[in-house]
């Protein structure tokens, strides 16, 4: 017997009829012997609703507020589920965030998990109780209700999982797992068995749709296995799990392809290359809250040096401005910006025993004549900026050239 940690999302348990079949398939894992702890979000289109109603009574709501009305959400969903258990003639019990404890910062409406006290929930387990939690929501030391951010029941549902020690986390979902790449990108890509904590995390670009990545890097921390599958199907979904665990990594190099449009490129040329240039540049934009993503500095020559970094296209103009502000401090050459374009990343931890496979990705690249604006590498990925235009061709090439399709 097993302690299984199941989170069913917004469009999971989006009216009735999904609720009815949620609350059967919790009963077929419970049949199988196991203990069941189900985490809920709101259904599906609600936490927009009450946002939008806050909006409509205070354009500007104070945040605990709005987690006091977005707290209802889930709660609804709860006291459903349970009753459509209780109607199949099986105990079940809901609980709120506080109710079990689920501690969190005071952060309205983006809180962290600091502590949870399971006890609760193992007082039902042992009352022979399927235990029912409301995702998304905590309490502070105070008593105030508290939100976990957008996405948050993912989070909740591996957070009770290490509490818990639960031996897996099911993330049920619209999407029966993670892919190779996006299928609207690639009509052959192809549902992945196993995936790593840190490939999915170097994934996020695709797998963000799929999960909070914050719960990845929770489950990653607690070593908890993960496991996203589909509530309307019997495919076992993608495990994301540790390298160890993961038992295809004796012959598998790349996972999957993942990218992002939301790139702009900014590059100021022609300042002076000596000790403090990359602070004096990226500390305005630091300053500003702004992320940089990638960052490349060229080799000086006549004392001077050009230096390139991206970030993401919503903060291209704010960037602009201040790095022209920069430049002429420091009497640069020019200042020159791209918001057309994409990052392409080929994700892999097979990439750490086999070589040549960034040189690989260069030349499939080049045969399609695409050029290669910046590289960067880690460990277990390669990533390239490329103009957006040929972003689908960069995909489609590299998942045909690196085997990921299906096979015929
Ligand atoms: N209901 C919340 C949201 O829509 C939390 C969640 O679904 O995970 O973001
Ligand atoms: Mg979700």
Same mark, same amino acid.
């Given at each position: 017997m097993a302690l299984i940690v199941q989170k069913y999302g917004g469009t999971s348990v989006a009216n009735p009829e999904c609720i009815g079949i949620v609350a059967d398939r919790i009963i077929r894992t419970r049949q199988q012997g196991h203990d069941i702890v189900v985490v809920v979000s709101a259904m599906s289109g609600e936490t927009n609703r009450l946002l939008s109603l806050a909006k409509e009574i205070n354009p500007d709501p104070d945040p605990r507020e709005v987690d006091v009305l977005l707290a209802t959400g889930? *709660?609804?969903?709860?006291?459903?589920?349970?009753?459509?258990?209780?109607?199949?003639?099986?105990?079940?019990?809901?609980?709120?965030?506080?109710?079990?404890?689920?501690?969190?910062?005071?952060?309205?409406?983006?809180?962290? +998990?600091?502590?949870?006290?399971?006890?609760?929930?193992?007082?039902?387990?042992?009352?022979? %109780? +399927?235990?029912?939690?409301?995702?998304?929501?905590?309490?502070?030391?105070?008593?105030?209700?508290?939100?976990?951010?957008?996405?948050?029941?993912?989070?909740?549902?591996?957070a009770l999982a290490a509490a818990l020690k639960a031996d897996e986390c099911q993330i049920y979902t619209d999407v029966d797992g993670v892919y190779t790449t996006d299928p609207r990108v690639v009509p052959d890509a192809r549902r992945l068995d196993t995936l790593t904590y840190e490939e999915m995390l170097e994934?996020?670009?695709?797998?963000?749709?799929?999960?909070?990545?914050?719960?990845v890097e929770f489950a990653q921390k607690y070593q908890v296995k993960l496991r996203v599958a589909s509530t309307f199907s019997e495919e076992g979904g993608t495990l994301i799990t540790d390298e160890n665990e993961s038992k295809k990594m004796e012959n598998v190099v790349i996972s999957g392809i993942a990218f992002n449009r939301d790139e702009a490129k900014l590059t100021i040329l022609g300042v002076p290359d000596h000790p403090g240039i990359?602070?004096?540049?990226?500390?305005?934009?630091?300053?500003?809250? +702004?992320?940089?993503?990638?960052?490349? *500095?060229?080799?000086?020559?006549?004392?001077?040096?050009?230096?390139?970094?991206?970030?993401?296209?919503?903060?291209?103009?704010?960037?602009?401005?201040?790095? *022209?502000?920069?430049?002429?401090?420091?009497?640069?050459?020019?200042?020159?910006?791209?918001?057309?374009?994409?990052?392409?990343?080929?994700?892999?931890?097979?990439?750490?025993?086999?070589?040549?496979?960034?040189?690989?990705?260069?030349?499939?690249? %080049?045969?399609?004549?695409?050029?290669?604006?910046?590289?960067?590498?880690?460990? +277990?990925?390669?990533?390239?900026?490329?103009?957006?235009?040929?972003?689908?061709?960069?995909?489609?090439?590299?998942h045909e050239g690196f085997g990921l399709g299906r096979p015929d």
């Amino acid at each position: 017997m097993a302690l299984i940690v199941q989170k069913y999302g917004g469009t999971s348990v989006a009216n009735p009829e999904c609720i009815g079949i949620v609350a059967d398939r919790i009963i077929r894992t419970r049949q199988q012997g196991h203990d069941i702890v189900v985490v809920v979000s709101a259904m599906s289109g609600e936490t927009n609703r009450l946002l939008s109603l806050a909006k409509e009574i205070n354009p500007d709501p104070d945040p605990r507020e709005v987690d006091v009305l977005l707290a209802t959400g889930e *709660q609804v969903t709860i006291a459903l589920l349970s009753m459509a258990l209780h109607a199949r003639g099986f105990k079940a019990c809901s609980f709120t965030g506080s109710q079990v404890h689920i501690l969190t910062d005071s952060a309205h409406n983006k809180a962290r +998990i600091k502590k949870i006290d399971g006890q609760r929930v193992r007082q039902a387990l042992e009352d022979k %109780a +399927i235990v029912v939690v409301a995702g998304f929501q905590g309490v502070d030391e105070q008593g105030n209700i508290t939100t976990l951010g957008r996405g948050g029941s993912d989070t909740s549902a591996v957070a009770l999982a290490a509490a818990l020690k639960a031996d897996e986390c099911q993330i049920y979902t619209d999407v029966d797992g993670v892919y190779t790449t996006d299928p609207r990108v690639v009509p052959d890509a192809r549902r992945l068995d196993t995936l790593t904590y840190e490939e999915m995390l170097e994934m996020a670009s695709l797998g963000a749709k799929v999960l909070q990545i914050r719960s990845v890097e929770f489950a990653q921390k607690y070593q908890v296995k993960l496991r996203v599958a589909s509530t309307f199907s019997e495919e076992g979904g993608t495990l994301i799990t540790d390298e160890n665990e993961s038992k295809k990594m004796e012959n598998v190099v790349i996972s999957g392809i993942a990218f992002n449009r939301d790139e702009a490129k900014l590059t100021i040329l022609g300042v002076p290359d000596h000790p403090g240039i990359a602070h004096a540049i990226l500390g305005p934009i630091a300053d500003a809250n +702004i992320e940089v993503d990638m960052i490349i *500095q060229n080799i000086g020559r006549d004392g001077t040096t050009d230096f390139t970094f991206t970030v993401h296209r919503n903060d291209y103009k704010s960037a602009l401005k201040i790095l *022209q502000d920069v430049a002429e401090q420091l009497e640069a050459r020019e200042v020159l910006g791209d918001d057309n374009i994409v990052k392409v990343s080929l994700v892999g931890v097979g990439m750490r025993s086999h070589a040549g496979i960034a040189d690989e990705m260069f030349r499939l690249l %080049a045969e399609k004549d695409i050029n290669i604006q910046m590289i960067s590498t880690s460990e +277990i990925k390669v990533s390239v900026i490329l103009h957006e235009h040929q972003l689908d061709t960069a995909v489609q090439v590299l998942h045909e050239g690196f085997g990921l399709g299906r096979p015929d």
